[in-house]
């Protein structure tokens, strides 16, 4: 089997620990493959998802880790290169990034999640501009007072953000800047007639999804 977006290698070991090997497994970012290797001894190919180094019908199972697809229709490519590497009767299984029905509810509030849609720009300009937090939420919401609740929420997204940060300014990256760009992906809307038409247009059957906590799973086969 194979595992795309293999990153620091926890899946593949414990792929390999259920007897589930030989698993192959492809990352974009040689930093995680090296992290794969120093913590784990797991071993990755550097490749990205859209030109996987492996022939036509290489596999039975295909998994596409969290992080490599966004469910935005650009993203074909990929799903092609899964199709081509799945041979007839196998399985892929693709987990997406999703928000629990909770998050959805606390993240509406403070308007970080808006129109169905994740605006990750906004949880970055929260992060951001502590001082700023009832201004930025009434901007977004109409709402002109934050409940303890709210601040409980924004306290807690700051904190998630505080380690990212520092890891990337010592890089001597401008968190802001790349945390941006980073989350610009939209949240798919995971229902089956949304996910079945997506990964149609690459030659690939939605089987059946599932929604895990805060990852929708969708398993595909081969059309
Ligand atoms: C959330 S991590 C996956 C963690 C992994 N499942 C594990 O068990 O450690 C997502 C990984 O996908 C990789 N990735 C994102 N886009 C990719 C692409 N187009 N091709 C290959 N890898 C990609 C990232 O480099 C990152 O390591």
């Given amino acids: 089997?194979?595992?795309?977006?293999?990153?620091?290698?926890?899946?593949?070991?414990?792929?390999?620990?259920a007897g589930r090997g030989p698993v192959e497994a492809v990352d974009a970012s040689p930093e995680m493959i090296e992290a794969a290797r120093a913590r784990r001894g797991v071993q990755?190919?550097?490749?990205?998802?859209?030109?996987?180094?492996?022939?036509?019908?290489?596999?039975?199972?295909?998994?596409?880790?969290?992080?490599?697809?966004?469910?935005?229709?650009?993203?074909?490519p990929i799903?092609?290169?899964?199709?081509?590497?799945?041979?007839?009767?196998?399985?892929?299984?693709?987990?997406?990034?999703?928000?629990?029905?909770?998050?959805?509810?606390?993240?509406?509030?403070?308007?970080?999640?808006?129109?169905?849609?994740?605006?990750?720009?906004?949880?970055?300009?929260?992060?951001?501009?502590?001082?700023?937090?009832?201004?930025l939420v009434a901007r977004w919401t109409g709402r002109r007072k934050l409940s303890g609740a709210d601040r409980r929420?924004?306290?807690?997204?700051?904190q998630e953000m505080g380690p990212l940060a520092a890891a990337l300014r010592a890089r001597g990256q401008d968190p802001v800047d790349t945390l941006t760009r980073a989350f610009a992906a939209p949240v798919p809307a995971c229902d089956p007639d949304t996910l079945g038409a997506w990964v149609a247009a690459a030659g690939l059957r939605l089987v059946d999804q599932q929604a895990e906590d805060e990852v929708h799973l969708a398993i595909v086969e081969p059309a």
Avoid at 5 to 17: F, I, R, T
Avoid at 46 to 70: C, E, K, N
Avoid at 153 to 158: C, G, I, M, R
Wanted: no cysteine.
């Fill in 44 to 76: 990755v190919r550097l490749a990205d998802a859209a030109a996987l180094p492996y022939d036509r019908d290489a596999f039975g199972a295909v998994v596409v880790a969290t992080g490599v697809l966004s469910g935005d229709p650009s993203e074909t």
């Fill in 79 to 135: 799903l092609a290169e899964l199709r081509r590497v799945l041979r007839r009767g196998g399985r892929g299984l693709i987990a997406l990034y999703h928000p629990t029905p909770w998050q959805r509810r606390t993240l509406g509030r403070v308007g970080v999640l808006a129109d169905g849609a994740l605006r990750r720009d906004r949880m970055v300009a929260l992060w951001a501009q502590p001082d700023a937090w009832p201004v």
């Fill in 1 to 17: 089997m194979l595992v795309v977006g293999a990153g620091q290698g926890l899946l593949v070991e414990a792929l390999v620990a």
């Fill in 153 to 158: 929420l924004l306290e807690a997204l700051s």
